[in-house]
């Protein structure tokens, strides 16, 4: 039997052959290019006007970028260098670079005070964005917002210490009132500080030097870049306690107090910017008692500070509700009045589920801080419309300083919606 | 013997308003009122005060007066003889024009680019996702100067003349100048009126029609074409009432008088800067709000559908798009509100909208700070208010009705 099986088949193949690649037309770049691609024909016509498109793109970018001058000292010499040749005349960075970035208040040999600042930005930032480093960083954030001022306004250094101090009396006071009651610890604090700041500012204007270490710059010669991300930290950083205020206030079971939040929020979003920086510039004056005289600049924060206020708070809102039922009714077992609820329980849990939309915000109003430009501020936008191109030197160079200041933004503004996106993947404690 | 007596009621003491929650609530109220008026009364008197040192009062008497100055791009009429009243008028419909443009364009954009990022082509959905994150990550206002600069860096009128002209118009049709965009407008003869009545009637027809086909297929189980009806419902009557009547509807083309273009509409400069920026900017928005939307139909809705035997655009039509609807609309309407705040940034390139006339060159005219952006703020303040109304109806008629 087994002879004759043997002969009806004519081979029999007695080891394993090894495995084959597939075939290079269904694995590899090949197959990857026909998926992707060209697996159809209205995808292939989509491929082709998509590869059109960046064709044109990179056409008119890489010989303006690649071919650009970096070295002269006004247009027409660099028209020169060019001879008619497509090229971008990069030396208006190069040359008005102190400008686009610092404005015109300082002097050459000062302008490493706003790089500090801004390189121990970075330094302040870094342990409440990434919850790893050790906690002792959180002490130079605390000091960093005095020594910011001292570095970028400069004058007498006192000023920012009375500030300090008046925090430092504040908290000390604070922490002795909580244990009693929320309410009595944060409104004693804010009168001890009141009274500190107060009884100091008598001080300080008798003993302020006329010399100081640092030379006084006034604010409004502030600008470039630099006004741009101290406008956008700044109303960032205090719109975020207001925000959370004003949002507690809007869920809260008082009429009266709950009105007064609605109306302020709705007023505020419902207009746009533009119209309160209006305000800013020739209304909010009216407002202060006659002979003070605010900053433009101070006045300008005031408004941004409210506008975003609105903006988070609505943000926080979303996240209260988005809380279970569940969670305020467990702060209530516990005997929680409702300061300790909220803070021990609700808020923690709240923000963590507001952050991206925080972010956002945040996002929106660093570049809406490009509007006071409008009420003629001198920032990146404000000083490429203003003193360069109307400059006789560089009067003609659009594309480099638009693609400059475009570029500035997106890397600021991207990194931080990246960097939202990672913290979000780092909080989510849920397992999906 | 032990008795539970109740807490004594009624007996309230003055230590109960800060104390016993139940009254709490009551001094805090209390409390911030006084603070509130104590604010308001401060902040007054020290714009009264203020307003009398300068010699200054409130007052809109100045809205009757003629404004005097011009106004490029207007739809009515206005001349530098008309009021400030009228002149905010002009400003108030410019805004809503431009809204409205950007508004069309910008959702235009955002829906193909949201549903092209959810491309499987590779090329396509990466250079949608470069286009999302180049124009969210930067200011409006910047993409606005740079769209005004293109404009300006156009070739100006005089290039379009002579023998050999520099530039030629765009299909003979279409002339772009440093000064604006000139487009074909069409004129309307007499009997002009029928055939647009007749145009209008058809476009109800194709409606009607497809009511019925409809209605049909669900009665009586029968599938009537619905393209070729409705394709030949659009053109064909149309075309007779317009050849019966006699041609009347003519197109007035821009052609070259003097040292500008003459005929056709022109859309200024700023216009355009406005409107392609804003569109552009706010698309790239929308896009993400329809790419969440998409995403959020979970995929058992598709495979549901699609297991039901329903064909690839059906389920699109049927069933991924209504859910996905719900997800899209309300940020898109809030997506249309920004548009209509960020067009304030007009004044940037002196389009007269709202606030380049009434915040702009009538304040400065008359001084009237306070007024003028008061009204200003009202002015943006009933158009949101509006938006949200809508927007909270719709949100109502879509929501899920549970049980």
Not at chain 2, 219 to 243: C, E, V
């Amino acid at each position: 039997m087994s002879d004759t099986h043997a002969h009806s088949v004519a081979y029999v193949r007695e080891t394993q052959l090894p495995q084959q690649p597939p075939p290079s037309t269904a694995a590899g770049p090949v197959k990857w290019t026909k998926d992707n691609l060209f697996s159809n024909i209205p995808y292939t016509i989509l491929t082709l006007a998509a590869i059109y498109c960046i064709y044109l793109i990179l056409s008119g970018f890489l010989p303006w970028a690649l071919n650009g001058v970096w070295n002269t000292s006004n247009i027409r010499e660099c028209r020169e260098v060019l001879e008619g040749a497509t090229g971008g005349c990069f030396s208006v960075l190069t040359e008005r670079w102190n400008q686009l970035v610092f404005g015109t208040g300082y002097e050459r040999s000062q302008y490493w005070r706003p790089t500090l600042a801004f390189a121990l930005l970075f330094v302040a930032a870094a342990p409440v964005l990434f919850q790893k480093l050790p906690k002792g960083m959180l002490a130079f954030t605390a000091i960093y917002p005095f020594l910011a001022f001292y570095l970028i306004w400069g004058g007498t250094i006192y000023t920012p210490i009375l500030a300090m101090v008046g925090f430092v009396v504040g908290y000390v006071v604070y922490s002795r009132l909580v244990a009693g009651s929320f309410a009595a610890g944060f409104f004693g604090g804010l009168a001890a500080a009141v009274v500190t700041w107060w009884l100091g500012g008598i001080v300080v204007s008798a003993i302020t030097p006329d010399e100081t270490f640092l030379a006084a710059v006034p604010s409004r010669d502030m600008g470039g870049f630099m006004l741009n991300m101290i406008l956008g930290v700044v109303c960032v950083s205090l719109s975020l306690p207001i925000g959370i205020a004003l949002a507690l206030g809007r869920q809260s079971n008082m009429p009266i107090i709950k009105w007064i939040c609605v109306i302020f929020i709705e007023f505020i979003r419902g207009v746009p910017l533009i119209t309160l920086l209006f305000v800013a510039n020739v209304i909010l004056a009216f407002f202060f008692p006659p002979g003070t005289n605010f900053d433009l600049i101070l006045r300008v924060i005031i408004m941004i500070t409210m506008f975003s206020a609105a903006y988070i708070a609505e943000v926080i809102r979303g996240g209260l509700a988005a809380l279970p039922r569940g969670q305020y009714e467990a702060a209530d077992s516990l005997g929680l009045d409702y300061a300790q609820a909220m803070r021990l329980i609700i808020l923690p849990q709240a923000l963590k589920i507001s952050i991206p939309g925080i972010v956002n915000v945040a996002v929106g109003l660093f570049k809406d801080t490009t509007l006071v430009s409008v009420i003629s501020m001198f920032d990146l936008v404000g000083m490429i419309r203003g003193p360069i191109l109307a400059s006789t030197d560089w009067n003609g160079v659009y594309w480099e300083l638009w693609a400059f200041a475009i570029t500035l933004f997106f890397v600021v503004c991207y990194g931080i919606s990246q960097y939202s996106q990672w913290l979000e993947r780092q909080l989510a404690t849920d397992h999906r | 013997m032990s008795t539970i007596t109740d807490p004594p009621q009624g007996s309230f003491r003055l230590s109960m308003l800060l104390n016993d929650t139940r009254y709490r609530g009551y001094t805090f109220q209390f409390i911030a009122l006084v603070l509130l008026i104590g604010a308001m009364g401060y902040l007054m008197s020290n714009l009264f005060s203020n307003l009398a040192a300068q010699g200054l009062n409130i007052s809109y008497q100045f809205l009757d007066e003629p404004a005097g100055y011009g106004i490029a791009q207007t739809m009515v009429e206005y001349t530098s003889q008309s009021s400030h009243l009228q002149a905010a008028w002009v400003g108030i419909l410019n805004t809503l024009l431009v809204a409205f443009l950007a508004c069309v364009t910008a959702t235009i954009l955002g829906v193909t680019a949201g549903v092209l990022r959810l491309s499987k082509n590779w090329l396509v959905a990466k250079l949608m996702s470069a286009y999302v994150e180049a124009f969210r990550n930067v200011p409006v206002l910047i993409w606005i100067l740079v769209i005004n600069t293109i404009v300006i860096t156009m070739p100006s009128p005089r290039a379009y003349r002579g023998e050999t002209p520099d530039t030629e118009m765009l299909f003979g049709l279409i002339a772009y100048t440093n000064r604006g965009v000139y487009i074909p407008a069409p004129t309307f003869g007499p009997g002009s009126m029928v055939v647009v009545l007749v145009f209008l009637a058809s476009i109800l027809g194709i409606f009607m029609y497809r009511r019925y086909a409809i209605k049909q297929l669900y009665d009586h189980g029968r599938d009537l074409p619905t393209f070729l009806p409705s394709l030949a419902l659009f053109f064909i009557p149309t075309l007779l009432a317009y050849f019966i009547m006699g041609r009347p509807i003519g197109v007035d083309v821009p052609a070259l008088q003097g040292f500008n273009f003459q005929g056709g509409t022109q859309i200024g400069r700023p216009l355009i800067a406005l409107w392609l920026a804003l569109s552009i900017y706010t698309g790239a928005f929308i896009a993400e709000n329809v790419r969440a939307g998409i995403q959020a139909v979970s995929k058992g809705q598709t495979e549901a559908a699609a297991s039901l035997g329903l064909r690839p655009n059906r389920v699109m039509n049927l069933v991924v798009l209504p859910q996905a609807l719900r997800v899209i609309i309300p940020p898109l309407i809030s997506q249309f509100l920004n548009i209509t705040k960020n067009s304030s940034l007009a004044i940037a390139v002196g389009y007269e909208d709202i606030t380049a006339t009434l915040g702009g060159i009538t304040l400065n005219q008359t001084g009237r700070a306070i007024e003028c952006i008061l009204l200003l703020m009202l002015f943006y303040l009933t158009i949101s208010l509006l938006i949200s109304a809508v927007m909270n109806v719709y949100n109502n008629s879509v929501s899920l009705k549970e049980r």
